[in-house]
């Protein structure tokens, strides 16, 4: 990986490209699926979706208490087959009983909030039902990656996604709220099509210690809760402050920033099992870091300068003359998603994979606190504007954290650690 030409064939050869381009048809196609809802839902409607949106955002990254993520990384690490197999077995097996709490208790949670916010019970009955077989679909990706079938995970990614944007926008057209909710608890069971028939066999002990692999998956999946809870906490926060209609604006508002980092954590996560077993090699991370920079600085760079130029254009565009108020918004928010796609995405997700979690949680915490603390301070005062600005400033500091980290634990390795690469 001496320069970017090498850096990418190196890519293209682990098949790398295969899954990058079904993690990013997933990005797009669930940013089709939110317009179709924009346009064709009443504001409240969609408002009431949001909210029990954001609430399962905060739950889904608990899948199965991480046992899929954990998957990932410690499989990655396996070199048989068989190996792979016995911990995806009792990872599967072990998880899946945490997720049915886990379910019930999102329930419960929902329940009340539609109490309160006064929206139909339902939503919660169908957002439940989604959350169980969420858990499926991620333990089966994560074998599928392990296996080394990037073939098969992008097959079954491509599926879920073409058919689901097809299937979402008939049944929401022609149904409404009720077609949106029973289309998205549907859509993640197809994924059982994929599963491997031995894996409900006895489990055997994993050749890792369980204590290691549950405080991974522990921390990996209160990390995940953490850093999306920080996208659902200011829908959260703009809901109990404003009103349904602000909600609404700042969704739009944060719409495109958020998802134009599938960019990098495709990229990422495409590579994130050569990361794992390359965790050690002080030559791959940094070669690494720095062929990511050659691509990314250049592309954000652009992309702001676009969004600056032709804001007001884009989000009419996009979303409807109704939502140009956003567009302040949304030039904040850009700024910072794109600086987290330089810092927060890059090292979040080198500290996962050379095992250093922890690191990630607690920084995510400190932008749960800043959030809050600035959400709170700025938002009666420059409503939309200044949740964004609220959320820009959490997502830039705790970046730069996070590199701070990587770089303490890259300077610790031994100088003559092997070249795996």
């Known amino acids: ?93 072990k998880g899946f009983v945490y997720q049915v709490v886990l379910s019930f208790l999102f329930f419960g949670v929902s329940l009340y909030y539609g109490y309160v916010q006064e929206f139909s019970w ?95 998956a522990l921390h990996t999946s209160g990390t995940a809760v953490l850093s999306d809870a920080l996208f659902a906490l200011d829908i959260l926060l703009l809901s109990w402050l404003l009103n349904e209609n602000a909600t609404a604006q700042y969704k739009v508002a944060i719409l495109l920033p958020a998802n134009i980092t599938f960019l990098s954590l495709t990229f990422m996560q495409s590579d994130f099992p050569k990361l794992t077993k390359h965790y050690q090699d002080r030559f791959f991370l940094k070669n690494y870091i720095l062929n990511y920079y ?18 007001a254009n884009i989000t009419s565009l996009f979303f409807g003359q109704q939502y140009l108020a956003s567009t302040q918004a949304m030039v ?20 996962s994979a050379v095992g250093k979690m ?9 932008a749960l606190v800043l959030l809050t603390s600035l959400a709170l301070f700025l938002v009666p005062e420059k409503q939309v504007v200044g949740m964004a600005m609220a959320q820009s400033f959490s997502l830039v500091f705790t970046g730069l954290l996070l590199a701070f980290y990587f770089w303490k634990y890259y300077k610790k390795l031994n100088v003559s650690s092997p070249n795996n690469h």
């Open 1 to 93: 990986m001496k320069n970017l030409k090498d850096f990418l064939r190196t890519f293209i050869q682990n098949s790398g490209h295969f899954v990058f381009v079904s993690l990013l048809l997933a990005k797009i196609t669930a940013f089709l699926t939110s317009l179709l809802i924009i346009r064709w839902l009443p504001v409240q409607d969609f408002g009431a979706l949001t909210t029990v949106f954001s609430l399962f955002s905060v739950f889904a990254p608990f899948s199965g208490l991480g046992s899929s993520q954990a998957l990932l990384r410690f499989g990655s690490l396996e070199n048989k087959q068989k190996d792979k197999e016995i911990l995806g077995n009792y990872l599967f097996q």
């Open 122 to 216: 339902f939503i919660a009955v169908f957002f439940s039902i989604r959350l169980l077989g969420v858990y499926f679909q991620n333990h089966i990706q994560s074998e599928l990656r392990i296996m080394g079938n990037n073939r098969g995970f992008a097959m079954l990614n491509n599926f879920i996604n073409i058919f689901g944007l097809i299937l979402v926008g008939f049944l929401t057209y022609f149904f409404k709220l009720q077609g949106y909710l029973v289309a998205m608890a549907i859509l993640p069971y197809l994924s059982l099509f994929w599963i491997r028939k031995s894996i409900f066999n006895r489990w055997s002990p994993p050749s890792f210690s369980v204590k290691e692999l549950w405080q991974y």
């Open 294 to 311: 050659k691509i990314f600085v250049p592309l954000c760079i652009f992309i702001f300068a676009v969004v600056v130029a032709f804001g």
């Open 332 to 351: 904040i928010l850009f700024a910072a998603f794109l600086c987290n796609m330089l810092l927060r995405n890059l090292y979040g997700n080198l500290l």
């Open 358 to 366: 922890h690191v990630n949680t607690w920084v995510s915490v400190t």
